[in-house]
Structures are given as C-alpha cells and as structure tokens.
C-alpha cells in the first residue's frame, strides 16, 4: 500500500525557494515512478516533473524547466521537489503521485496514487 504525504509547501516572496518533500510510508516506494502535479485556483491540475524508478531519468514541465529539480531517495522513501527562482504564477497547491508504469507519464490518468497536497503560495 502506498500512502504519500506532502510537506514543505508555505508563503514565499518572488524569487525564493521552497524544498517540497513527499514521504511515502509503505516498502515498495522504490517500484514506483513519482511525478509532482500542481492545481491552480480555478485551473485544472497539470504536470510540473517526473522522475523514474532508479532516478536515472527526469522530466518537466516547460513551465518550471531550469528553475525546478526533482529528485528521490529510496533509502528514505521519499520524493523531493526544490523549487528556485519562484514565480508568483508558481502559487498552486502541489501533490506528487505515484504510478505502477515502467516508465513515467504527463498525464494525470497514468498515476495510480496520490498525496493530499501542500499549498505553496508566492507573493509578488
């Protein structure tokens, strides 16, 4: 069973940084591919990154390209998001998932288990 858990989210001023954790409490963590979603007031959820099961590959958003790095220790269970150089256009609430896929997906369908979100809030 995966149970994933957000943390890290808060108020920033544009141009900050915010380090976004997700920590899954079950044993199999290292059999998933992990990927961040943010959800905008008012918008619809989409992709900010993904990363495999072994970390050897990464994918973003164009959005947050060169500004965001994801990454994952297995040993700890759990899924890092750094966000730098944040952008007011950045506010959301963000939740990373969880898919039983080899590889790793933009799409929201392809994710089997989902956090219950940290709100990230970036002021101009």
């Known amino acids: 069973q995966v149970q994933l858990v957000e943390s890290g989210g808060g108020l920033v001023q544009a141009g900050g940084s915010l380090r976004l954790s997700c920590a899954d409490s079950g044993r199999t963590f290292s059999n998933y591919a992990m990927a961040w979603f943010r959800q905008a007031p008012g918008k619809e959820r989409e992709f900010v990154a993904a990363?495999?099961?072994?970390?050897?590959?990464?994918r973003y958003a164009d959005s947050v390209k060169g500004r965001f790095t994801i990454s994952r220790d297995n040993a700890k269970n759990t899924l890092y998001l750094q966000m730098n150089s944040l952008k007011p256009e950045d506010t959301a609430v963000y939740y990373c998932?969880?898919?039983?896929?080899?590889?790793?997906?933009?799409?929201?369908?392809?994710?089997?288990?989902w956090g219950q979100g940290t709100q990230v809030t970036v002021s101009s």
């Open positions: 990363i495999t099961r072994s970390a050897g590959n990464t």
């Open positions: 998932a969880a898919t039983v896929l080899l590889g790793y997906t933009s799409r929201i369908s392809g994710y089997d288990y």
